[in-house]
């Protein structure tokens, strides 16, 4: 789609990105900058005995280096990633020092003086080591990082009732977020306050961990958010730290100061999704129903706890896929270990246990001789069906999704010719046909975050013009146009009437995280209940001038008028001109918060999220079982947005998920050696190109759900969980065996191949 086709729909930022106008950190420049490099460890597990500068701070053009000793208030809080590591390094690559010198290049060999000397310590590179209780301990307290369990019925009495029993174990990989622009942050001392630029999804909480380090109050430090090269969940606690450590060196120089990682520099301390291993045991009576799921999850959390907690229950509360299971009992550890610490990539949780749960399902359906289709519309989720949580479903959109996808695909005929093919072409090139299903909690949940809410502020100028104020941030979602286009459906205005504010924290309200699906539904929420404010203004001040009663007044076209008689219009301009006139003002504060979820934590199940994502997936896939290569040729997804503020978004936004969810598949892994990352460029960390996507049919289904803005459900994160397993069922239907443990790599396939073939 062309550019005047993207901005006839509103997107405000597309003209300066594609332009290259955009200021992003690296971008900024100030007179008398200094230039930042980080020293980091080289172990996995150390305890630091000296830090020697001397050398480095002689060499030209070098002002400071900086320890954990110059930090005045505190390096992190308990089991947080420092700022830099004060006495132990818990993972290989963790910053123990800063230079600031006059130049990058000053400053990349100025680093290489810094002498630290480290007492070498045991270390644990697995959870089951970690787990082990003669494990050395990451912490006084041990390596158990969190404990979560799921029950549901009774999981005894469950087996009983069925008549087969499987059980299966699969293993997902850790991955990389994979944005385009690394981590980078520019601090700018000031006269009252020192301001930070640095691309977030979350600015209070980078404005927390930068003040809590500085030793100032909230007032002493804003954070200002520049334009963000992407995120999927990796500029969270990289980014704060990233902000802190610049922050930290212009206070103590008081110059600004630059902080940009190389791509090597992010893979090595950056974040990364969860690696998972579980074992499944499924009980299944002959009819076809499913009767039991007992789930055992192992999840490597790395040094830090980041958001293992919320990762952790969201995955316990989705093990079972978006089926009712009568029983269930889920149980998921995540420990620390000597890695690189884990954290949120899009998808949260969801992804490990969509790859398991829709798996098994595929297996059991073959083992039984059912079709997979058949199998899913017997155990999906339906409306007021009670989840593997114990939580009543409503507004389900499962069916419809599926339905959607299978007709699009033609599922009936298309499996029958594709058999077809695999006899007619033999056994060197084979097609198969997968699908997946999947559901996913909106926002932080009951049994996760606690608390969600967001506030947003909305100032509607004397010529009807709105600025948005939010701290949501525009990391390439599309978040900011939602709430242009909450507000223009509120009030009947046009999107480009209509301007989200840069993030400053000093000027604008908390919104919360950019994170967990939560944008549309609760800062949605948020903005519209603020525009709500205004638009009862309009109506009163329309009803009175029309004498009509206000319930007849619509806002529609930029003009207010009877829903009976539309030629009988007032000008929305002329009706704030005259707001104010009258002295009033058109300023509105929206809130929204989410309470009444009931979550039993001493049991296990409840009510886990205020409502949640629909969609299904089916993959048509090409195996050369002579390379191992894997083809994805077609690739349908269709995924319940309730309301779709933009289609051409929702679109982009699936083809998106497509991409990534394909990388997880058939593509992405961190190698890792004791610790140590090996493939830390792109050169050897493969991700997909525009060669590997396949054909893409995205589908739109708007199931208005009575939760979200104008029935609008999430996106950004749903669209990658139903991949990976679509497409790996797919590469069982033309092999005959299923790759449990992902990606599905040249030369697993191969492997696969020689035992099965």
């Known amino acids: 789609m062309n550019i005047l086709a993207i901005n006839a729909e509103g997107r405000a930022d597309v003209f300066a990105k594609v332009t290259g106008r955009a200021k992003y950190a690296n971008d900024l420049h100030y007179e008398g900058m200094l230039y930042l490099k980080v020293i980091r460890s080289p172990h996995p597990h150390a305890r630091i005995t000296r830090i020697v500068p001397i050398r480095a701070e002689r060499y030209p053009g070098v002002v400071r280096v900086i320890t954990a000793g110059d930090i005045p208030g505190i390096i992190a809080q308990p089991k947080e990633k420092p700022v830099l590591a004060a006495d132990l390094v818990r993972y290989a690559g963790e910053g123990v020092a800063l230079v600031a010198s006059e130049s990058r290049e000053i400053a990349e060999e100025a680093a290489k003086l810094v002498e630290v000397e480290y007492e070498v310590l045991p270390a644990v590179f697995s959870p089951e080591e970690a787990l082990d209780e003669n494990a050395p301990k990451i912490y006084e307290e041990g390596n158990i990082l969190y404990h979560f369990e799921v029950n549901k019925g009774d999981i005894a009495e469950g087996f009983k009732q069925a008549d087969y029993i499987f059980e299966r174990e699969y293993n997902t990989q850790r991955v990389q977020h994979v944005a385009v622009e690394p981590e980078a942050a520019v601090a700018v001392p000031g006269v009252d306050e020192l301001t930070v630029y640095v691309p977030t999804n979350d600015p209070f909480n980078a404005r927390r961990v930068i003040t809590e380090a500085l030793g100032v109050d909230a007032t002493g430090v804003?954070?200002?958010?520049?334009?963000?090269?992407?995120?999927?969940?990796?500029?969270?606690?990289?980014?704060?730290?990233?902000?802190?450590r610049a922050a930290l060196a212009a206070s103590i120089t008081g110059r600004p100061c630059k902080l940009v990682y190389t791509r090597e520099e992010s893979i090595i301390e950056g974040t990364k999704r969860h690696p998972y291993k579980m074992k499944y045991k499924v009980g299944v009576n002959s009819a076809g129903m499913l009767t039991a799921m007992?789930?055992?999850?192992?999840?490597?959390?790395?040094?830090?706890?980041?958001?293992?907690?919320?990762?952790?229950?969201?995955?316990?509360?989705e093990a079972t896929g978006?089926?009712?299971?009568?029983?269930?009992?889920?149980?998921?550890?995540?420990?620390?270990?000597?890695?690189?610490?884990?954290?949120a990539l899009r998808g949260f949780g969801s992804p490990q246990v969509a790859f398991s749960s829709e798996l098994i399902i595929d297996e059991i359906a073959k083992e039984l001789k059912l079709d997979p289709v058949e199998f899913r519309k017997r155990n999906a989720l339906k409306e007021n069906s009670v989840s593997g949580a114990g939580q009543l479903m409503t507004e389900v959109s499962l069916g419809e999704c599926l339905d959607r996808v299978t007709s699009a695909i033609d599922w009936e005929n298309r499996k029958v010719w594709i058999a077809e093919e695999r006899k007619n072409r033999g056994n060197k090139k084979v097609r198969g046909l997968g699908i997946a299903l999947l559901h996913r909690g909106e926002a932080f949940g009951a049994c996760g975050q606690g608390l969600d809410a967001a506030a947003v502020s909305m100032h509607v100028q004397k010529d009807g013009s709105i600025v948005i104020l939010t701290s949501m941030s525009e990391v390439g979602n599309g978040c900011h146009n939602m709430l242009r286009k909450v507000v223009s459906d509120t009030l009947g205005l046009r999107t480009d009437k209509i301007r989200v504010h840069t993030v400053d924290t000093s000027c604008v309200p908390d919104s919360g995280p950019t994170v967990a699906t939560r944008g549309t539904v609760i800062i949605g929420n948020a903005v519209k209940a603020a525009a709500e404010e205004v638009k009862s203004k309009l109506v009163k001040l329309a009803a009175e001038k029309l004498a009509v009663s206000e319930d007849k007044i619509i806002l529609r076209n930029e003009c207010a008028y009877p829903f009976d008689n539309a030629g009988n219009k007032l000008c929305y301009f002329d009706l704030i001109r005259e707001i104010y006139a009258r002295g009033d003002h058109g300023y509105a504060q929206g809130w929204y918060v989410v309470n009444g979820l009931k979550w039993d934590r001493e049991k296990g199940r409840g009510e886990a999220y205020l409502s949640y994502a629909y969609g299904a997936c089916a993959a048509e896939v090409e195996v050369d079982l002579e390379t191992g290569q894997v083809f994805v040729e077609k690739f349908f997804a269709a995924h319940d947005v309730g309301h779709a503020f933009g289609r051409e978004e929702v679109k982009g936004q699936i083809n998106g998920g497509i991409a990534m969810g394909t990388g997880y598949a058939l593509f992405e892994e961190v190698e890792m050696k004791c610790g140590i990352i090996r493939n830390t460029n792109y050169n050897k960390y493969l991700i997909p190109t525009a060669l590997d996507m396949p054909d893409t049919i995205p589908i739109v289904v708007e199931h208005p759900s009575r939760t979200g803005p104008y029935g609008a459900r999430g996106l950004g994160e749903p669209v990658v969980c139903g991949i990976a397993p679509a497409i790996i069922n797919a590469v069982a239907d033309a092999t005959g065996f299923y790759v449990r443990d992902i990606p599905a790599s040249l030369e697993k396939i191969l492997g696969y191949a020689r035992k099965n073939i």
């Open 294 to 317: 007992e789930i055992d999850i192992t999840g490597d959390g790395g040094a830090y706890k980041s958001k293992s907690y919320p990762v952790a229950s969201r995955s316990a509360v």
């Open 322 to 343: 978006p089926y009712v299971v009568p029983n269930v009992k889920t149980n998921i550890v995540m420990a620390y270990t000597n890695n690189v610490y884990s954290d």
């Open 222 to 244: 804003k954070v200002v958010l520049p334009a963000i090269g992407g995120s999927f969940g990796g500029k969270s606690y990289d980014s704060w730290v990233l902000g802190a």
